[in-house]
């Protein structure tokens, strides 16, 4: 009996190595570290109109903890984790420059921080600044009028989010008036992530 079961043993850690072997753990995501480091540059095409561009910056992995995705594994965004101080916990969207005429407009957006984020283009109501729309129960605000939005990793228009160290961009054609740029994953807007981009006439 003995023989049998050290020869059953046998065959079961040789099972396990080829499902090892054929790839188990990179399913797993022991690869995706390794892969993230080796992932070539991202480089924005040339962009037609009046070129805007948008830098997205968060507080760094450190304060940062994630969210969990729809089936409970970690999301692409995180949430901050700890008691937030008044610097520690503030992230940013910029735009340079601020003012462009109407037209052919294009965002070129680079994400410098260590989460994944997005920009959604959304009118700015006469008498309202930026940072005054109210986050709903998922952390949210309305983006019902969104006129674009930035959100491929390296690519242009709608995504799953523009990686830590990655670019994405669009297009659009914008009338004259005021618009806030956001970023709406969970709680992004609420740690600050807005800016304001004027379109003048012609």
């Given at each position: 009996m003995?023989?049998?079961?050290a020869?059953?043993?046998?065959?079961?850690?040789?099972?396990?190595?080829?499902?090892?072997?054929?790839?188990?753990?990179?399913a797993?995501?022991?690869?995706?570290?390794?892969?993230?480091?080796?992932?070539?540059?991202?480089?924005?095409?040339?962009?037609?109109?009046?070129?805007?561009?948008?830098?997205?910056?968060?507080?760094g992995?450190?304060?940062?903890?994630?969210?969990?995705?729809?089936?409970?594994?970690p999301?692409?965004y995180?949430?901050?984790?700890?008691?937030?101080?008044?610097?520690?916990?503030?992230?940013?969207?910029?735009?340079?420059?601020?003012?462009?005429?109407?037209?052919?407009?294009?965002?070129?957006?680079?994400?410098?921080?260590a989460?994944?984020?997005?920009?959604?283009?959304?009118?700015?109501?006469?008498?309202?600044?930026?940072?005054?729309?109210?986050?709903?129960?998922?952390?949210?605000?309305?983006?019902?009028?969104?006129?674009g939005?930035?959100?491929?990793?390296?690519?242009?228009?709608?995504?799953?989010?523009?990686?830590?160290g990655?670019?994405?961009?669009?297009?659009?054609t914008?009338?004259?008036?005021?618009?806030?740029?956001?970023?709406?994953?969970?709680?992004?807007?609420?740690?600050?992530?807005?800016?304001?981009?004027?379109?003048?006439g012609?």
């Amino acid at each position: 009996m003995r023989t049998h079961d050290a020869g059953l043993a046998g065959m079961v850690t040789a099972v396990m190595l080829a499902a090892v072997v054929a790839g188990e753990p990179a399913a797993m995501g022991a690869t995706t570290a390794t892969e993230a480091q080796h992932r070539p540059e991202c480089t924005v095409p040339s962009l037609p109109g009046h070129v805007v561009d948008v830098t997205l910056a968060d507080p760094g992995s450190r304060m940062m903890s994630r969210s969990p995705g729809p089936s409970g594994s970690p999301g692409p965004y995180g949430t901050m984790s700890g008691s937030p101080g008044p610097q520690d916990t503030r992230m940013r969207l910029s735009v340079t420059p601020a003012t462009v005429p109407a037209g052919t407009v294009s965002l070129r957006v680079a994400n410098t921080g260590a989460l994944a984020h997005e920009v959604l283009v959304l009118p700015l109501p006469s008498g309202q600044t930026i940072g005054q729309r109210e986050p709903g129960s998922d952390q949210r605000i309305d983006e019902a009028d969104s006129l674009g939005e930035v959100s491929h990793d390296c690519a242009a228009g709608k995504g799953e989010g523009i990686s830590p160290g990655s670019k994405g961009w669009i297009t659009l054609t914008l009338r004259p008036g005021r618009y806030e740029l956001v970023c709406n994953f969970p709680d992004h807007y609420a740690r600050g992530m807005y800016a304001e981009l004027d379109v003048t006439g012609r």
